[in-house]
């Protein structure tokens, strides 16, 4: 809805894309991205519906290397981490994940925010 944020999970990390509402936003080119974990829609480019998951199953490396690119030097580099859906912090049987680390998002200093 307007005036409310846009959010969108990749490798179960949830980002705040307001700020790319031209992008993101009700209309524009990628919304179909927004609201879940289009994990495997970013990794293969796709905003086809069966991509718009979380699940990396059967991806080439060409795959993976592409999502990791578009992970750390888009998403993470440029939109504020909000954060993570339930796959990312617990584990299958709904236990937590001891595991877990939040990401680091070097690129933001909270001075350059305000």
């Known amino acids: 809805q307007e005036g409310q944020p846009i959010y969108l999970a990749v490798k179960g990390v949830v980002f705040d894309v307001t700020s790319g509402k031209e992008f993101y936003g009700k209309g524009a080119p990628y919304n179909a991205l927004v609201g879940k974990d289009s994990t495997r829609g970013v990794a293969k480019m796709s905003l086809d519906p069966a991509d718009l998951t979380h699940d990396i199953t059967g991806l080439t490396e060409e795959e993976l290397k592409s999502l990791d690119d578009t992970f750390n030097n888009v ?40």
């Open 75 to 114: 998403y993470k580099a440029k939109y504020p981490i909000v954060g993570y859906t339930s796959r990312r912090i617990l584990n299958e049987d709904g236990s937590p994940n001891l595991e877990f680390k939040p990401e680091d998002q070097p690129h933001f200093n909270i001075k350059d925010e305000f």
